[in-house]
């Protein structure tokens, strides 16, 4: 089994940053992606920024301020927020896909919240 343990969540002001951390341990192998989503209430989730083969991908409303980032010797995965938003206001999910069955595993969960 994989666990994956975030952390970094937490309330900040407008204009502030964050950095989330993600660490995937367990039977982890051939990692194809990692990545952040989120969902804020009322919403569906979405993809916040991935990383897949040393390529990156991020939503249109994080470019810029949002960037992500992969230890590889560690299994960890990183987001670090600048410039935070009360549009960023969500539960943050870490996000693993592994193996050719690209097998799915979510994290539980940190909320983040700016104030305005």
């Known amino acids: 089994q994989v666990q994956l343990k975030e952390s970094g969540g937490g309330l900040v002001q407008y204009g502030g940053s964050l950095r989330l951390s993600c660490a995937a341990s367990g039977r982890v192998f051939n990692i194809n992606f990692m990545g952040w989503y989120r969902q804020a209430p009322g919403k569906e989730r979405e993809l916040v920024a991935g990383?897949?083969?040393?390529?990156?991908n991020y939503a249109d409303s994080v470019k810029g301020r949002f960037t992500i980032s992969r230890d590889n010797a560690e299994n960890t995965v990183y987001l670090q927020m600048n410039n935070l938003k009360p549009e960023d206001t969500a539960v943050y999910y870490c996000n693993l896909q592994i193996g050719p069955a690209w097998y799915d595993y979510w994290g539980q969960g940190t909320q983040v919240t700016v104030s305005s």
């Open positions: 990383i897949s083969s040393g390529n990156t």
